[in-house]
């Protein structure tokens, strides 16, 4: 190797240490704060299932009652942990991207306490039963202000990065990440300007509510996944992008169709004939931007399936992007008009669908690159492999339970609820044995991610060990895989090169 080789390699590495250093405390916070949300959701989620198959559970506050409790662990499972996760992994991957050190850490971590007081607030006034009645929107409408402005002063540094960023190739990651990061306040702004502002029709509102849940998840959620995927593959393993072309495919594909999706909630309500069908096939259509980012990364990934097996970033990431496509079949199969839509519109599958795309799919993704990241900007090794372990199991586990049975349950609920004869009880009961597997199964999540946010903690106190391979990855030969050892920037490179 050639002494200007060596000298760049040393050049690279300093640059990518300088770059980690100025972005460890916002990247930790929002990773951590994240993390204890994530807690809070799941502790949320397990109340409100429970009162699903015992009303009597807590009844003696009202503050906790299904329809609060329900509210409030879904907004904190997006905008405590989604969104927080999103935030730590965008302003990582954008600067390492565009090889630019943070120099906004300060304002960065400000906004990201607004954040988290704007979240907060939110939860307690669903719980106090100020909530909108609005999913997804539920917090008092003196939240979104909050959210929106914090969120510039977050989002908009990483903006800056990308444009003073060297020239040279834009990396499909860049792509997904500022795609989600324009979509986001355009639709955030939307919705909220639309019924909190100027607010219209009460049947419209529902229409512009529908069509908010669903581009979080289509137009935010999933790109900020599928870059972390696109990012996390080819840096582990150490090899291009399988094609280009197939990248470009899922993107376009994902920007044009998705904006569509949304109004398919609608179905039977007094609003022009078409536009829940064309909500319904916009859904569908999600499969082919989700085949083509699919196979593109598994492709990638297989050509090492040893570095996948002994990476936890690579197992989380490979789990997630599996979510990816099972999300993309249950697309299909809930919005079939005149069929299945009609049997889960009301149902417990709405929710199954949703945990699909927060959890299954973004949030496994979200922990990938969490376990890669971490070690990075706290120069620490993680402290535990087992913890590790047991939080992928127990989560991978517990949340195709939870999907599974919600999708389910909420089918056999639609199949009841379609016999207008018989009593609205007899519809409820249905889905009574898939509630009680439910609730089962969260505490079993809660169960790991207690561990994965003490993990965390102890990493940012700086309690793991130093360490020449980051991230546990020593296979069973006694080596660490070139592609993290290493730490070669070839995230997102191509075969156009």
Known sequence: MSTETVNTNLQD???????DRS??????????SGAAWLVVSIVLGIISSAKMH?????????????GRTQAAHLNALIYGWGFQAAFGVII????????????????????????????MAGVIGIIAGYGTGMPWMEFPSFAWPVLLLSYFAIITWSMVQFKVRPEGHVYISQWYLLAAMIWFPWVFLTANLLLHVFPGHPVMANGINAWYKSSLIF?????????????????????????????????WSLAIIMPWAGMQKLAGAPIPFFMPYLGAAATILFFVPAIAAVFNILRTASADM????????????????F????????????????STLKLTQFSLSGYGFEILAIYAFFSFVMFGAIYFIVPRVTRREWISRRLIKMHFFFSIYGIITVAIVAIFGGWMQGIGQEKFYQPWESAALRAYPYVWAMTITW??????????????????????????????????????????EGDIDNAGTVSAH
């Not at 790109?223 to 495919?249: D, E």
């Open 23 to 32: 972005l460890r405390h916002p990247v930790m916070f929002f990773l951590v």
């Open 443 to 484: 505490c079993f999540i809660l169960f790991s991610n207690l561990f994965f946010f003490l993990h965390l903690i102890f990493m940012w106190m700086g309690l793991g060990r130093r360490s020449i391979h980051p991230t546990l990855l020593i296979s069973a030969h006694g080596h660490s895989p070139h592609g993290e």
């Open 219 to 251: 137009l935010f959620f999933t790109p900020v996944a599928l870059s972390a995927a696109f990012y996390l593959t080819p840096k582990v393993t150490g090899r291009p992008i399988y094609s280009y072309s197939l990248a470009r495919l899922g993107f």
């Open 54 to 66: 015992a009303p009597e559970f807590m009844d003696g506050c009202s503050w906790f009652t299904y």
């Open 306 to 321: 040893e570095i996948v097996n002994n990476s936890p970033s690579l197992r989380f990431t490979m789990a997630g992007v």
């Open 323 to 338: 979510g990816l496509l099972v999300m993309a079949v249950a697309a299909v199969f809930l919005n079939l008009p005149g």
């Open 13 to 19: 590495a300093q640059l990518r240490a300088g770059i």
């Open 92 to 119: 990582w991957i954008m600067s390492r991207l565009s090889r630019q050190e943070c120099k906004a850490a300060g304002i960065i971590l400000t906004a990201g306490h607004v954040w988290n007081l704007g979240v």
